[in-house]
């Protein structure tokens, strides 16, 4: 009744240099342990598309519980032996501070817009 | 004088019902004074111990009895979460996890709850229920008057 069920999308980047080896997954909603599945559908799309980059878009999400950022680690995980890199944007001030906590930007980086994550992501590539 | 009032909450053993929690606590701590930013780590505190009563102490049980109380001090607010402890005896002592080894995949990635909460409120540990049986995890947030305004 209360929860805000997650809902996912994924889009490439916007412009001429959109490619599908770059891809935002935009959350929407809380993220918790009942949006693993789409959280991980989400993922696996953009990697069956051949995504290098993945950046999640955390500007709708108000709510996030740590069965959410073990979502995220597992998320993590999985990229890092796959060789692709995660990039977190627009992450309120508060959740900044509980994934520093939990080290998760050591694998993760967190930009303040995704015109700065997408800049991020294009110097890597 | 005694400063000292309460506010007790039951709510239903399922995710999301700590929501109400959060929300009751962060409206009693507003109305103390304590800045916002301590406001929304108290919110986090109060949401995954909830989650963790309701996964742990109740075992996902949507029957069983969760229960939250707000003890309100003068320069002090204490909440107590309170379970059925069904799933036995809580820890003696909170254990930081091993983030490398998660992050590396060699830990599972979850049992991070205790380890936020500890780092978000002045004291977090479980205490001796005060009534009856079961596991009663304690948070306290103290004013800080230099950083906070009083009410």
């Given at each position: 009744m209360?929860?805000?069920?997650?809902?996912?999308?994924?889009?490439?980047?916007?412009?001429?240099?959109?490619?599908?080896?770059?891809q935002?997954?935009?959350?929407?909603?809380?993220?918790?342990?009942?949006?693993?599945?789409?959280?991980k559908?989400?993922y696996n799309t953009?990697?069956t598309?051949?995504?290098?980059?993945?950046?999640?878009?955390?500007?709708?999400?108000?709510?996030?519980?740590?069965s959410?950022?073990?979502?995220?680690?597992?998320?993590?995980?999985?990229?890092?032996?796959?060789?692709?890199k995660v990039?977190?944007?627009?992450?309120?001030?508060h959740?900044?501070?509980?994934?520093d906590?939990?080290r998760l930007p050591?694998?993760?980086?967190?930009y303040?817009s995704?015109?700065?994550?997408?800049?991020?992501a294009?110097a890597?590539? | 004088m005694?400063?000292?009032k309460?506010?007790?909450?039951?709510i239903?053993?399922?995710?999301?019902?700590e929501?109400i929690?959060m929300k009751?606590?962060?409206?009693?701590?507003?109305?103390?004074?304590?800045a916002p930013?301590?406001?929304e780590?108290?919110?986090t505190?109060?949401?995954e111990?909830?989650?963790?009563?309701?996964?742990?102490?109740?075992?996902d049980?949507?029957?069983?009895?969760l229960?939250v109380?707000?003890?309100i001090e003068?320069?002090?607010?204490?909440?107590?979460?309170?379970d059925?402890?069904?799933?036995?005896?809580?820890?003696?002592?909170?254990?930081?996890?091993?983030?490398e080894?998660?992050?590396?995949?060699?830990?599972?990635?979850?049992?991070?709850?205790?380890?936020?909460?500890?780092?978000l409120?002045?004291?977090?540990?479980?205490v001796?229920p005060d009534?009856?049986?079961?596991?009663?995890?304690?948070?306290?947030?103290?004013l800080?008057?230099?950083?906070?305004?009083?009410?």
């Open positions: 209360l929860r805000k069920d997650l809902k996912v999308d994924i889009r490439k980047v916007a412009g001429p240099a959109a490619s599908a080896a770059m935002i997954i935009d959350l929407q909603g809380d993220v918790n342990s009942t949006g693993e599945a789409a959280i559908q989400a953009a990697t598309e051949g995504a290098r980059h993945i950046l999640f878009n955390f500007e709708k999400v108000d709510y996030i519980n740590t959410g950022i073990a979502v995220l680690i597992s998320i993590v995980m999985e990229a890092q032996k796959a060789q692709q990039l977190l944007f627009q992450v309120n001030r959740y900044q501070k509980i994934f906590l939990v050591m694998y993760a980086k967190i303040n995704e015109v700065e994550a997408v800049a991020a294009r890597e590539s | 005694d400063y000292r309460t506010v007790e909450l039951k239903p053993n399922e995710a999301g019902y929501k929690a009751l606590a962060a409206s009693v701590a507003e109305g103390m004074g304590f930013e301590r406001v780590d108290l919110k505190a109060v949401s111990a909830c989650l963790n009563a309701m996964q742990h102490g109740n075992q049980d949507v029957t069983a009895r229960f109380i707000l003890t003068a320069s002090s607010l204490a909440i107590d979460v309170k059925e402890g069904r799933g036995g005896r809580p820890p003696e002592t909170i254990e930081s996890p091993d983030m080894k998660k992050l590396a995949g060699l830990q599972k990635p979850r049992g991070l709850g205790l380890f936020v909460i500890q780092h409120v002045d004291e977090a540990m479980f001796a009534v009856g049986e079961g596991n009663q995890f304690r948070m306290v947030i103290r800080e008057p230099h950083k906070e305004q009083s009410c």
